[in-house]
């Protein structure tokens, strides 16, 4: 703990503690915001931020977890609160995100440019004669531990939110022991089973919900360097509509190294309108326009495949209130509300900062904690009722040539304000970086600003 940034005597968050379950993006962002203000705060991760040493008999852990793309907004949030990711942690910076659509020769380049990480708590795939890259989760977490948070290693196994005279509430672990806290923060991503053990008090009819998920596919293939081309090394590409059961695939360049074999990593994830199977792959990279960029044989074996959850629609009841006007237990990141079908990571850091603020502010009221409610309704739980219509409006598009055409042409010729309306209408549908029920206001926004004049 830093005694320099301890809360005041007065700050309603005195003599609480607050216990964070899961270390991914979410939970070790907001323990760090909180610990680095003077909050006592533990994190539940079984994961140890280091990579495991299998020869001391340490958990093996089997997925690298790979595809993290970053956004500049993202990078940036981190850097504002202090956390500029060292080299280790970046595996490769893109000025360009490129549009590949469907039946056209022609790509749309936009200028947005993201940074890729692996997840997870370590890249247990690489060769051996490539420097160590670290993961952002483990790197999170570190920085977690060093602003005063304590981690405990150990895996959560119970909750009880039944409150004791003093308005604490308990959670287990897989060994037997017992946790007394005044908030639970579950930043578990979409555990169900954790979610089924949780004990409700008889006196409160609200349930936390979970969220609804399909199953996402993520691959990683190294390519060597005779097939590595400049497009790669400078962008990230979208395939829009790519095969019919695929709306998005995605393939980020995950570095690049001069060491034996030299080469690059890269990362292919794949949105389905249900959830991806095996043969999505094959499907995709059988594709023409996938072909002309990458040259992968359909046979060829990932260095590491999973189909993680990924959201599809966001849990209206996040938040438990207690007995005493305050609240017990609230769901960020994955577990809670978050982006859907996009933008992961900075989903989960958004939330995990403005629950941060609002406890630092005001401590865990009930009235308070109200106000993180709000936000987090507005900016993610509302696009549950507009995202199958912000869907089928893309397919409406890239399925008729007209439409493609018109996009291609708004945002390829130098139309000035128009051209640049387009592309950023673009960026929002395929990146997730703000509300979808706000794309129209902000187009509409963005057409008065350029219209109106100085003086009006």
């Known amino acids: 703990m830093h005694p320099e940034n301890n809360v005041s005597p007065e700050h309603p968050l005195v003599g609480k503690s607050i216990a964070i379950i899961g270390g991914g993006p979410a939970g070790a962002f907001c323990a760090y915001e909180l610990a680095r203000n003077g ?6 991760e079984d994961r140890s931020p280091k ?3 299998f020869s001391a008999g340490e958990k093996r852990i089997p997925c690298t977890g790979c595809a993290g793309w970053l956004q500049a907004d993202v990078t940036k949030l981190l850097a504002d609160n202090g956390l500029e ?13 490129s549009i590949v659509m469907p039946k056209t020769e022609a790509n749309l380049r936009l200028n947005a440019p993201s940074t890729t990480v692996f997840r997870g708590f370590s890249p247990i795939h690489q060769f051996e004669g490539h420097p160590h890259v670290a993961s952002l989760d483990g790197w999170l977490l570190e920085k977690a531990i060093d602003a005063g948070a304590k981690h405990l290693q150990v895996e959560i196994s119970s909750i009880d939110l039944n409150e004791d005279s003093q308005g604490k509430v308990c959670i287990g672990d897989s060994t037997g022991l017992k946790y007394k806290t005044d908030l639970v923060i579950g930043a ?4 169900r089973r954790l979610m089924n053990t949780i004990q409700y008090p008889d006196s409160n009819p609200m349930r936390l919900e979970m969220p609804e998920s399909q199953r996402a596919g993520v691959r990683e293939y190294f390519i060597p360097k005779e097939f590595i081309s400049r497009d790669l090394l400078e962008s990230t590409f979208v395939f829009a509509n790519p095969t019919p059961r695929i709306p998005f695939g995605t393939i980020c360049p995950k570095g690049k190294f001069d060491q034996e074999p030299s080469g690059m990593y890269i990362t292919i994830a794949l949105m389905g309108r249900g959830d991806v199977a095996p043969d999505d792959f094959k499907d995709f990279l059988d594709n023409e326009q996938v072909k ?15 189909f993680p959850p990924l959201t599809v629609q966001s849990p209206r009841q996040f938040i438990l209130p207690g007995r005493k006007d305050n609240v017990i237990m609230v769901n960020i990141g994955d577990a809670g509300p ?4 996009k933008n992961g990571i900075g989903s989960a850091l958004d939330s995990a900062k403005h629950l941060s603020d609002i406890l630092l502010r005001y401590g865990n009221s009930s009235e308070h904690m109200e106000i993180y409610k709000r936000y987090i309704e507005r900016t993610y739980v509302r696009d549950n009722h507009v995202v199958n219509f912000v869907m089928h409006l893309s397919d409406f598009i890239l399925n008729h040539d007209f439409t493609r055409r018109a996009v291609i042409c708004l945002t390829d010729h130098n139309l000035g304000v128009v051209s ?9 549908i395929l990146t997730g970086k703000g509300p979808y029920w706000r794309i129209p206001i902000d187009v509409f926004l963005e057409i008065f600003a350029n219209t109106s004049g100085p003086g009006e």
């Open 85 to 97: 990711m060292s080299p280790e942690v970046v595996q490769s910076k893109t000025t360009f995100t």
């Open 39 to 44: 909050v006592e705060v533990r994190i539940f």
């Open 420 to 428: 640049q309306i387009t592309q950023n209408t673009i960026e929002r």
């Open 292 to 306: 002309r960029l990458l040259h992968i044989d359909t046979q060829t074996k990932p260095r590491c495949a999973c």
């Open 51 to 53: 990579r495991p040493d």
């Open 338 to 341: 978050t982006r859907l079908r």
């Open 188 to 191: 578990f991503g979409h555990n």
